[in-house]
């Protein structure tokens, strides 16, 4: 469905938080001036003895990484957020604050300290999923945790500084706004069809299929419609589940194989080791129903044109609103040519 309108500026809608972002195709016609260079992705060492994530050695917190073998959680040594506050919420005229209480967990992917995500092995990446899935219910199931965010933030330019494959989960007591804003739309639509708003989605993509990056039984990889970042993916299960505790054994499988296919397609693209922030959206553990919500994975990459060039969001996008250039077509394209094998493994 190649339409006029994708060819000329544009407004696109984003049906899960309500806000537009604007696409400027023709934009991408114009030269390119700035840099373009490969990055030179040296070979990492499987121990680090320096890195506080490697098995056996001492966190800056004091502490002493067991000499785990698969995958590993732990109490973030330096949290966002603590269990008990000492404080009231605070109202003085326009002035208002609220206590806020959370614990925050650093998971570790792998005891190897070379891999990612996209070079470990499907059985193994089933194995982080099967962690978050225990961590969601054991913080969920806390009275004072009201939701749970699994986060992975990679590579050095998204600010994390140490390359040990790790996530990261804050819970918390209050609800986010991301969720609120999402939990709005999923909900009016719920009220109005009686069916998922993200599960119609994909019924239309894909129909479509022009965004669709890859799929198997139970889950599709997919550039959303709306995507703000060039490389923004999601990955949405193809049935109507609230929240990653209801996958069983196979779909948890199948979680691990698309997260795999996804991330080695981003290492291809520029070959490096993809930068980005990925994090699950599901619903709020404050034991009240959510049966319009429908769990989904999104991937957030700064890269634009090289392991180098990134997208920056200023001036217009600080003051008015996300914009691209290149389509979300043109970039599902772009990765959809490239090979399913991860390019150190040729
Ligand atoms: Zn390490």
């Known amino acids: ?8 500026p544009h407004r696109r809608y984003n049906i899960l938080t309500g806000e537009w972002i604007l696409v400027s195709p023709h934009r991408t016609k114009r030269p390119w001036q700035g840099k373009t260079e490969k990055n030179n992705v040296e070979k990492r060492k499987t121990y680090d003895p320096s890195c506080y994530l490697c098995p056996g050695n001492s966190r800056a917190g004091g502490e002493t990484n067991p000499d785990y073998k698969s995958t590993y959680s732990f109490e973030n040594d330096f949290p966002s957020l603590l269990p008990e506050a000492p404080v009231k919420d605070f109202e003085n005229g326009l002035l208002k604050a609220e206590a806020e209480t959370g614990i925050c967990k650093v998971v570790c992917f792998s005891p190897d300290h070379s891999l990612t995500l996209p070079l470990m092995e499907e059985k193994d990446i089933t194995q982080v999923v099967k962690l978050w899935k225990k961590e969601y219910r054991e913080l969920g199931d806390k009275e004072d945790i009201n939701y749970v965010q699994i986060f992975e933030n990679k590579g050095e330019i998204m600010g994390c500084s140490n390359p040990h494959p790790h996530g990261q989960i ?12 999402k939990s709005k739309h999923f909900k009016e639509y719920w009220n109005k069809n009686k069916s998922s708003l993200l599960g119609d989605y994909l019924k239309q993509e894909l129909e479509l299929n022009e965004r669709i990056l890859a799929q198997n039984e139970h889950f599709v990889a997919l550039i959303p419609y709306w995507a703000v970042w060039p490389y923004e993916a999601m990955i949405i299960p193809k049935k109507h589940y609230q929240h990653i505790g209801q996958l069983n054994t196979e779909e948890e499988k199948a979680f691990a194989g698309i997260i795999k296919k996804l991330t080695i397609k981003y290492d291809n693209l520029f070959e490096t080791y993809f930068p980005y922030s990925s994090g699950i959206h599901q619903i709020p553990t404050d034991n009240k129903e959510y049966p319009e919500w429908h769990f989904h994975m999104s991937f957030y990459p700064p890269l634009l044109r090289s392991a180098t060039v990134k997208k920056f969001m200023v001036g217009y996008e600080m003051f008015a609103g996300p914009q691209r250039d290149i389509t979300a077509e043109q970039a599902a394209k772009n990765l959809n040519e490239l090979s399913e094998i991860h390019y150190l493994n040729h």
């Open 170 to 181: 804050w819970s918390q007591k209050s609800i986010p706004t991301e969720i609120l804003k």
């Open 1 to 8: 469905m190649d339409t006029e309108i994708n060819k000329h």
